[in-house]
């Protein structure tokens, strides 16, 4: 069952556990979803032992899985009603990310131009970005709030030639967000290991969870959409890139400047989206990563949003479910049976088994999605 504790300093204390009658929350829930910081919310009465040690900004809140760590948190509002329960907002420690901030600069070429750090050559990808931008966080705060860089890419983003800059004045997490995630793709995840936070870039989520999500066991319901808002047939695709003396440039294909599948359009017609990138500087390298994204627009599959029970909740020897990991749902009577990624949910501390989760996945069709993009 899940456990929570507020760590102070170097002294834990016990804040829930289903074992402790005077350890008791009134109500929890905890979020996760892929790309994003993460929350935890939960109310305590007045005479829980904890309740006068509850302080914005102060301590680590810890989520466990009997005895394992499942994620940390700190405490971002408190609020206190009229029969002085306390309720506890916290969001997960990537929130560091959003106490430091990215002054006006030029990622380019071979130097990172900065009025902080210059680290001197290096090479222009995404991945390095990213290592500079964790890098000045860290210079920014103090030790707790720092986090170690993790790539874990495998070299998948080093063929895109990745060059930015920005004029103003950001948070963190904000330019992670903007520059990589929703331009070149990617996975941010956090890790803890020993006493450091791993900040953990991936370019592919490839872990499963154990469980299978199965009608007449453990789902409870099923819903699937077709999300066909983003059908195109055709991309018009168009890179902002900044050059060697700092100038922005624009790029797009010379000749037919969209990128199609001619075998789709005598069936749908064409259907264009135009797609923005950031950092592609060369005509080959735009033509080659709109051609990829494009089996993102033609994909009509399903998304799928299933209410299930955590088979956890009914076995302490099962691993729960875990966001950004491969899952199984069979379902006989949908004609369903497809692993698919779990990229959200929310979870009933006091009721595991009343828990929502959200698989981005899709019910194959007459394309199956090979690349996620966010546009």
């Given at each position: 069952?899940?456990?929570?504790?507020?760590?102070?300093?170097?002294?834990?204390?016990?804040?829930?556990?289903?074992?402790?009658?005077?350890?008791?929350?009134?109500?929890?829930?905890?979020?996760?979803?892929?790309?994003?910081?993460?929350?935890?919310?939960?109310?305590?009465?007045?005479?829980?032992?904890?309740?006068?040690?509850?302080?914005?900004?102060?301590?680590?809140?810890?989520?466990?899985?009997?005895?394992?760590?499942?994620?940390?948190?700190?405490?971002?509002?408190?609020?206190?009603?009229?029969?002085?329960?306390?309720?506890?907002?916290?969001?997960?420690?990537?929130?560091?990310?959003?106490?430091?901030?990215?002054?006006?600069?030029?990622?380019?070429?071979?130097?990172?131009?900065?009025?902080?750090?210059?680290?001197?050559?290096?090479?222009?990808?995404?991945?390095?970005?990213?290592?500079?931008?964790?890098?000045?966080?860290?210079?920014?705060?103090?030790?707790?709030?720092?986090?170690?860089?993790?790539?874990?890419?495998?070299?998948?983003?080093?063929?895109?030639?990745?060059?930015?800059?920005?004029?103003?004045?950001?948070?963190?997490?904000?330019?992670?967000?903007?520059?990589?995630?929703?331009?070149?793709?990617?996975?941010?995840?956090?890790?803890?290991?020993?006493?450091?936070?791993?900040?953990?870039?991936?370019?592919?989520?490839?872990?499963?969870?154990?469980?299978?999500?199965?009608?007449?066991?453990?789902?409870?319901?099923?819903?699937?959409?077709?999300?066909?808002?983003?059908?195109?047939?055709?991309?018009?695709?168009?890179?902002?890139?900044?050059?060697?003396?700092?100038?922005?440039?624009?790029?797009?294909?010379?000749?037919?400047?969209?990128?199609?599948?001619?075998?789709?359009?005598?069936?749908?017609?064409?259907?264009?989206?135009?797609?923005?990138?950031?950092?592609?500087?060369?005509?080959?390298?735009?033509?080659?990563?709109?051609?990829?994204?494009?089996?993102?627009?033609?994909?009509?599959?399903?998304?799928?949003?299933?209410?299930?029970?955590?088979?956890?909740?009914?076995?302490s020897s099962v691993p729960p479910l875990e966001v950004d990991r491969l899952t199984r749902i069979i379902s006989e009577v949908n004609n369903v049976d497809v692993?698919?990624?779990?990229?959200?949910?929310?979870?009933?501390?006091?009721?595991?088994?009343?828990?929502?989760?959200?698989?981005?996945?899709?019910?194959?069709?007459?394309?199956?999605?090979?690349?996620?993009?966010?546009?």
């Amino acid at each position: 069952m899940y456990r929570i504790d507020y760590l102070v300093g170097s002294t834990s204390y016990s804040v829930y556990s289903p074992f402790e009658s005077d350890r008791r929350i009134i109500s929890g829930t905890y979020h996760r979803e892929t790309n994003t910081i993460g929350s935890l919310t939960f109310s305590v009465l007045y005479n829980h032992p904890v309740y006068d040690l509850f302080k914005e900004y102060k301590g680590i809140v810890r989520l466990y899985w009997g005895t394992a760590l499942i994620y940390k948190f700190r405490i971002i509002k408190i609020h206190r009603d009229f029969y002085n329960t306390l309720t506890i907002q916290c969001e997960g420690l990537l929130g560091y990310l959003n106490d430091s901030i990215v002054k006006p600069y030029v990622f380019n070429e071979t130097h990172w131009l900065y009025p902080v750090v210059d680290p001197g050559a290096h090479a222009c990808t995404a991945v390095e970005f990213l290592r500079e931008l964790i890098a000045l966080h860290n210079f920014q705060v103090t030790a707790a709030q720092q986090f170690e860089f993790v790539d874990e890419t495998n070299g998948a983003f080093d063929s895109i030639a990745f060059t930015t800059s920005q004029t103003s004045y950001v948070k963190s997490w904000n330019e992670i967000e903007s520059k990589v995630l929703k331009n070149i793709g990617g996975y941010v995840q956090l890790r803890f290991s020993g006493g450091s936070n791993q900040f953990v870039f991936k370019a592919a989520l490839t872990d499963s969870n154990t469980q299978t999500v199965r009608f007449r066991q453990n789902l409870k319901d099923l819903e699937l959409e077709t999300a066909s808002r983003k059908f195109a047939t055709a991309i018009y695709p168009i890179s902002t890139y900044t050059d060697s003396n700092g100038a922005r440039r624009t790029l797009k294909l010379t000749g037919t400047e969209y990128i199609d599948k001619p075998l789709l359009t005598p069936i749908y017609g064409r259907i264009i989206e135009c797609v923005q990138y950031e950092g592609i500087n060369t005509e080959e390298k735009l033509r080659e990563t709109a051609q990829r994204d494009l089996n993102n627009y033609i994909n009509r599959g399903k998304p799928i949003k299933a209410s299930a029970t955590d088979m956890s909740a009914l076995d302490s020897s099962v691993p729960p479910l875990e966001v950004d990991r491969l899952t199984r749902i069979i379902s006989e009577v949908n004609n369903v049976d497809v692993t698919v990624m779990l990229n959200a949910f929310d979870v009933d501390i006091l009721d595991p088994r009343s828990s929502t989760y959200t698989f981005n996945g899709e019910v194959p069709s007459f394309v199956r999605k090979t690349y996620t993009y966010r546009a």
